[in-house]
């Protein structure tokens, strides 16, 4: 069985080392169904790598300290909604090659637009609790 730090390294070792990144942490979150997560740094930005159920998740933070957004939601602001929506068929294919192609575009949403970013969390977890819910009543 691979080990999370040699699939991590055999899949995504280039472009680390390309983007200056340091792992920073590993954990076994036990609360999580045993889901592996590791924390990287870079001089850009910090990467959250979660393997669940044998899936990649990807989220991104400015610096130590700030909250985690999905790469789906930070790439949505980089690129625009409409140029997001084009390119998706990529992202959901390679994300962490999506990212790398639009590195500066990302970096500059994820330090000047994190409200933006945060907002379509936000609406995200709205539009669930309308759907599980319902509208809420007057």
């Known amino acids: 069985m691979q080990t999370i730090e040699s699939e991590i390294i055999s899949r995504f070792g280039g472009f ?7 792992v920073l942490r590993l954990v076994i979150d036990p609360e999580h169904f045993g ?5 990287c740094s870079s001089p850009r930005f910090r990467l959250k790598l979660v393997k ?7 989220e991104l ?6 909250p985690w957004y999905p790469l789906e939601d930070v790439l949505k602001v980089a690129l625009g909604s409409k140029r997001f929506k084009d390119y998706h068929p990529f992202f959901a294919e390679d994300p962490i090659g999506t990212l ?19 907002t379509l969390g936000q609406k995200r977890g ?13």
Request: charged fraction near 30%; glycine fraction near 6%.
């Open 100 to 118: 790398a192609l639009y590195i500066p575009q990302v970096t500059q949403a994820i330090h000047a637009k994190e409200k933006e970013i945060a």
């Open 61 to 66: 933070s400015p610096e130590a300290g700030k």
């Open 126 to 138: 709205q539009d669930l609790a309308h759907d599980i819910f319902g509208s809420p009543k007057a």
């Open 52 to 58: 669940d159920r044998g899936e990649f998740l990807f």
């Open 35 to 39: 889901n592996e997560v590791v924390i």
């Open 16 to 22: 680390f080392d390309r983007e200056q990144f340091t």
